[in-house]
């Protein structure tokens, strides 16, 4: 099972490689099948860009302070075209300043929000992000890429997951 989930992780993702994040499951090889399923469908799937749900990735882990997924997000996000301009500033979490269109910049202030304060987000939230264009499947979406950005943070900080290439 660990090598065709590998596979897949290989083909699917486009690094030509598998991640730390899921090597660091290889010893419960159905931990990696669900882990790989989430990440599959939170942000390979559905209709937002990868590109936008990879941003919300590099939002989250910045402040949660997890360098593993900002790394990675950030890096995933270079190959696939955006600007090192524009990386620089999601880095640093200059949402307001990065150039991006309206609807990504809302949909990352409400990420960076939600992770700031989950209990804190609800209804309006949801509005805001509504009123920014976006249907009730791509809302969903994107408080699934933060849930799984949250916990893959939690994850790799607690098993001290090393950045792919360090």
């Given at each position: 099972l660990r090598e065709q989930v590998h596979r897949e992780?290989?083909?699917?993702?486009?690094f030509g490689m598998v991640p730390n994040v899921?090597?660091?499951?290889?010893?419960?090889?159905?931990?990696?099948?669900?882990?790989w399923g989430m990440f599959k469908?939170?942000?390979?799937?559905?209709?937002?860009?990868?590109t936008v749900k990879?941003?919300?990735g590099v939002v989250v882990s910045q402040v949660n302070g997890s360098e593993?997924?900002?790394?990675?997000?950030?890096?995933?996000l270079g190959m696939q075209?955006?600007?090192?301009?524009?990386?620089?500033?999601?880095?640093a979490g200059n949402i307001r300043?990065?150039?991006?269109?309206?609807?990504?910049i809302e949909v990352l202030e409400f990420a960076q929000s939600v992770a700031r304060d989950p209990s804190g987000q609800g209804p309006s939230a949801r509005v805001r992000l509504r009123e920014s264009g976006l249907s009730d499947s791509d809302v969903l979406e994107v408080v699934g890429a933060v849930q799984l950005f949250s916990a893959v943070n939690i994850f790799t900080d607690i098993m001290g997951v090393p950045v792919d290439g360090a």
């Amino acid at each position: 099972l660990r090598e065709q989930v590998h596979r897949e992780i290989e083909q699917e993702l486009g690094f030509g490689m598998v991640p730390n994040v899921f090597r660091a499951l290889d010893s419960s090889p159905r931990m990696l099948e669900s882990n790989w399923g989430m990440f599959k469908s939170a942000v390979l799937e559905g209709n937002l860009p990868r590109t936008v749900k990879e941003m919300v990735g590099v939002v989250v882990s910045q402040v949660n302070g997890s360098e593993y997924a900002r790394q990675v997000h950030l890096h995933s996000l270079g190959m696939q075209g955006v600007t090192e301009e524009t990386l620089a500033r999601l880095a640093a979490g200059n949402i307001r300043d990065s150039g991006l269109p309206a609807s990504t910049i809302e949909v990352l202030e409400f990420a960076q929000s939600v992770a700031r304060d989950p209990s804190g987000q609800g209804p309006s939230a949801r509005v805001r992000l509504r009123e920014s264009g976006l249907s009730d499947s791509d809302v969903l979406e994107v408080v699934g890429a933060v849930q799984l950005f949250s916990a893959v943070n939690i994850f790799t900080d607690i098993m001290g997951v090393p950045v792919d290439g360090a």
